[in-house]
């Protein structure tokens, strides 16, 4: 028996990616892409996004395949069975699509991260109820084609009655309902806001727990107790809900084990995210240190170009120093050859004069 969940998370596209890649959690044969290559999915997923300048919004989708830990399959036969899954299934069709089998639990199960842009058309992919609707279906034709057991609404895989859905009766529904609206008073809502909250804050377990305590909320989460319990006090009396109830009432997936994958996707972005501000801030110490480096070496060149420039002007003052001493010094020389010339000649002119006279 299959189940398909859909997954809500705060991850970056490449902590998501790496999350369902780990070696220790797939193998590589276990490990295929749907119109990509699964080693280099995110990547390939990004440049669809800038390719088209979608770059905003939800970035992706996420989907598990989870199979009963008593079912029969092994991990090899489940990813050819997703594999099988998203060729078949048309929601996916121009979509890029990561899949990863896991066997690090006690049932297998598959992810498939899709993106939310495709690549053919550039659209965005847009879900809804009918859509995870007919996932299901698909997943469970196929499950009965491989021989395998199929989900029975209302019964468990052993075959029992599931507890009674008390969310579908109209006065419960009417009740959260008016809650929402803010027109009711609910303590389910509370749990129900505070847990979607802090699921999505949480790093691990123990500081979910640490969260949901510190707004009056107490978890009682034991791994021998098949459910996780949610006390809260409310005029006086205790009120406890299930997590299977939660899940009914809010149609949201909030079991142990989809709430550790949220936490471990939580704490691998809060890595990302302490590991890419670590380098830009080393990224940034390293351009101001190339700035002012530049700067430096900018200064140093304005004061060797400053210091040629004094130089040559230094140079010029003095030979038109010496250039102005020498034309001082020669004028003296050239004034005397110059009147004794003039008087050369008037005595030439008078010697002729006299001569003449005689005659």
Known sequence: MATIK?????????TITNYVTKSEKTEEKLLSGKDCNPELAGKQMMNTKKFYGKLGG??????????HAAEKIKPEEAHRLAMDFVSKCPIFD????????????????????????SYSTGKKLQMNKRDLQAMKNLSDNL??????????????????DRENVVAYKKETYRHLKKAEEGKADSW?????VALI????????????????????????WQDNH?????EVTRSGKLCRVRNSRLERYYNIEISKEA??????????????????????????????QSTVTRRNTEVENQSAEQRVYVARNERRNREDVQQRSRTAQSRPARQSVSNQATRNSRSKSHSRGNSGYER
Not at 58 to 67: A, I, K
Not at 226 to 230: D, M, N, P, R, S
Request: charged fraction near 20%; aromatic fraction near 10%; charge should be positive.
């Open 188 to 192: 389910v809502r509370d749990i129900g």
């Open 259 to 288: 709430l550790e994958n949220v936490f471990a996707l939580n704490a691998a972005g809060r890595i990302a995210e302490t590991v890419g501000e670590r380098a830009a801030e080393e990224s940034r110490t390293a351009i101001n």
């Open 226 to 230: 098949k459910y996780i319990v949610f």
């Open 58 to 67: 939800t970035q992706y989708y996420h989907f598990v395949q989870s199979f």
């Open 143 to 160: 499950c009965r084609v491989a021989g395998l057991s199929v989900c029975v609404k209302g019964k468990t895989f052993e075959g029992q």
């Open 197 to 220: 909250k802090f699921q999505a804050e949480a790093t691990s377990r123990k500081h979910f727990v640490d969260l949901m305590q510190a707004a009056g909320i107490t978890v009682d």
């Open 6 to 14: 859909s997954v809500t998370s705060q991850a970056p596209l490449s």
């Open 94 to 117: 121009g979509f890029e699509v990561l899949v990863a089998t896991h066997k690090d639990r006690k049932h297998v199960h598959t992810h498939f991260v899709v993106n939310s842009v």
